[in-house]
């Protein structure tokens, strides 16, 4: 499954991502929106806004932009499970900015902590 991006990062663009997004979760599944995220997540990391993703930089083609999340090395698990999708959210605004799915499976208990490495987000269509 690819990368979805919600509705404000599809109109302001990758920006959003790298000066919103306060928090990345990982999920037991896909969340549909940001009241959902509180159903599936099963830890975050908070990064406060600015910091959970790099400026925009040219994407893997030439008409597609990127942005790469911070890896984490300390996310707090809340709840026991397997977490398959992980959620880019902006806390303070309750918006659900972008979810994919997470490259492997990751078993987590409740109370400890969770890594993951750098990924990237690409939107295709270059905006100058």
Same mark, same amino acid.
């Given at each position: 499954m690819a990368t979805r991006l919600g509705p404000r990062v599809l109109d302001f663009g990758l920006n959003v991502l790298d000066t919103? /997004?306060? @928090?990345? @979760?990982i999920c037991s599944a896909e969340p549909s929106s940001f009241a959902n995220v509180a159903a599936v997540t099963l830890g975050n990391k908070n990064f406060g806004a600015g910091n959970a993703f790099g400026s925009p930089a040219d994407g893997s083609t030439t008409d597609s932009r990127k942005v790469a999340s911070t890896a984490i090395t300390d996310g707090t698990v809340t709840a026991t499970g397997t977490a398959t999708h992980w959620a880019a959210v902006? $806390?303070?605004?309750s918006r659900l900015n972008a979810?994919?799915?997470?490259p492997a499976s990751l /078993? +987590? +208990? &409740?109370? &400890? $902590?969770?890594t993951l490495g750098s990924f990237e987000v690409e939107k295709p269509g270059r905006t100058a």
């Open positions: 919103e /997004a306060t @928090h990345i @979760h902006d $806390q303070t605004n979810t994919g799915p997470l /078993a +987590v +208990v &409740s109370g &400890s $902590q969770f």
